[in-house]
């Protein structure tokens, strides 16, 4: 059976406004690059053409300053992951998006929980409000083993005393409500040892604050085109970064980890409103057409769109599927 992992971290959702950025920067590069003088255990930074999004621990938090550029999510939520039973979380196998949008994201859906995606080149993490934990853990249980992590130990967690009084859903199609858009950038999904971090250090700082033109606060609409995008977290201690192919060869030989293929990524970005934390089934709109066609997939959430990286090849057959889902909603 699968197991569903609670993590112990509390996590807080921000977004940073791009003019805001010299603000945080302080607090950002030494949750980045100075992770022994903090506490921080979960820390990802995405740049999008929009704004700046963190998701970081209670420790973490405390690095970043009370300001007018800094929006904050309500709630404390909660990291959970899928990883095949029997055997550590070291060597247990991460799922990926698409194998997880059946058992887990689309019946959270279907109970109006709201979930905030991250995957990283490690594993996927599900964010859920803590206060949806009793509700999450009793849509689950039957499909998983749940544990949760206590002072980093794994332990099976009891079902906080609920087993009645949840009404059974009635399941509704999601249609896409959102717009969607591709640009035209080719991404990779990559990591580096930590113990290489220093060493291109100078090179990250650049790429995550300098590198970005502030000619576009709102991104032209015709989205078709070339978008920012950099994605970096440092989350217990394993780096994973998803950048533009463009930005890769900036790096020094041998310091990124490569897939054997060496694959590049194409995006779906779903939203041009903020989607609000509240509007559930976004993720869940996207990730079970892929599911439904095995099309492997990485999700990132931030503040205002949803963003999911597919292989180059299957692309337009994506695209397809999601915009027959679109019409179909209309």
Same mark, same amino acid.
């Given at each position: 059976?699968?197991?569903?992992? $609670?993590? &112990?971290?509390?996590? %807080?959702?921000?977004?940073?406004?791009?003019?805001?950025?010299?603000?945080?920067?302080?607090?950002?590069?030494?949750?980045?690059?100075?992770?022994?003088?903090?506490?921080?255990?979960?820390?990802?930074?995405? =740049?999008?053409? &929009?704004?700046?999004?963190?998701?970081?621990?209670?420790?973490?938090?405390?690095?970043?300053?009370?300001?007018?550029?800094?929006?904050?999510? @309500?709630?404390?939520?909660?990291?959970?992951?899928?990883?095949?039973?029997?055997?550590?979380?070291?060597?247990?196998?991460? /799922?990926?998006?698409?194998?997880?949008? %059946?058992?887990?994201?689309?019946?959270?859906?279907?109970?109006? $929980?709201?979930?905030?995606?991250?995957?990283?080149?490690?594993?996927?993490?599900?964010?859920?409000?803590?206060?949806?934990?009793?509700?999450?853990?009793?849509?689950?249980?039957? @499909?998983?083993?749940?544990?949760?992590?206590?002072?980093?130990?794994?332990?099976?967690?009891?079902?906080?005393?609920?087993?009645?009084?949840?009404?059974?859903?009635?399941?509704?199609?999601?249609?896409?409500?959102?717009?969607? !858009?591709?640009?035209?950038?080719?991404?990779?999904?990559? *990591?580096?040892?930590?113990?290489?971090?220093?060493?291109?250090?100078?090179?990250?700082?650049?790429?995550?604050?300098?590198?970005?033109?502030?000619?576009?606060?709102?991104?032209?609409?015709?989205? !078709?085109?070339?978008?920012?995008?950099?994605?970096?977290?440092? $989350? &217990?201690?394993?780096? !994973?970064?998803?950048?533009?192919?463009?930005?890769?060869?900036?790096?020094?030989?041998?310091?990124?980890?490569?897939?054997?293929?060496? =694959?590049?990524?194409?995006?779906?970005? /779903?939203?041009?409103?903020?989607?609000?934390?509240?509007?559930?089934? /976004?993720?869940? +709109? /996207?990730?079970?057409?892929?599911?439904?066609?095995?099309?492997?997939?990485?999700?990132?959430?931030?503040?205002?769109?949803?963003?999911?990286?597919?292989?180059?090849?299957?692309?337009? *057959?994506?695209?397809?599927?999601?915009?027959?889902? &679109?019409?179909?909603? +209309?």
């Amino acid at each position: 059976m699968m197991e569903l992992h $609670i993590l &112990e971290h509390s996590l %807080k959702v921000a977004s940073i406004a791009k003019e805001g950025i010299q603000i945080c920067t302080h607090g950002l590069i030494k949750l980045a690059f100075l992770p022994s003088k903090t506490k921080c255990k979960f820390f990802s930074l995405t =740049e999008t053409p &929009e704004d700046y999004t963190i998701i970081v621990d209670e420790e973490g938090f405390k690095e970043l300053p009370v300001s007018e550029h800094l929006s904050v999510a @309500e709630a404390t939520w909660l990291a959970l992951n899928v990883v095949s039973g029997g055997g550590s979380a070291t060597n247990s196998q991460p /799922i990926g998006v698409t194998k997880i949008a %059946k058992s887990v994201i689309a019946p959270l859906a279907d109970h109006n $929980i709201s979930v905030f995606m991250l995957s990283t080149y490690q594993t996927d993490f599900i964010l859920v409000r803590e206060r949806d934990l009793p509700m999450v853990m009793h849509t689950l249980s039957s @499909e998983f083993t749940l544990l949760r992590v206590i002072n980093g130990e794994t332990v099976a967690a009891n079902s906080l005393g609920v087993t009645n009084g949840f009404v059974k859903p009635k399941l509704v199609p999601r249609p896409i409500i959102h717009p969607l !858009s591709s640009p035209s950038n080719m991404f990779c999904v990559t *990591s580096l040892d930590p113990d290489t971090l220093p060493s291109v250090a100078t090179l990250l700082m650049d790429v995550m604050f300098y590198s970005g033109s502030m000619k576009e606060p709102g991104a032209s609409s015709e989205d !078709s085109g070339h978008i920012r995008f950099f994605s970096f977290s440092l $989350i &217990e201690g394993y780096i !994973s970064l998803v950048m533009d192919e463009q930005t890769t060869p900036r790096f020094p030989n041998n310091v990124l980890f490569t897939s054997a293929s060496g =694959e590049l990524w194409k995006m779906v970005r /779903i939203g041009g409103q903020p989607l609000g934390f509240d509007e559930c089934g /976004i993720v869940a +709109q /996207i990730s079970e057409p892929l599911a439904t066609a095995d099309i492997p997939a990485y999700y990132i959430s931030t503040f205002k769109f949803d963003h999911a990286l597919v292989p180059e090849e299957n692309i337009q *057959s994506v695209i397809g599927a999601l915009r027959t889902n &679109e019409s179909a909603g +209309q």
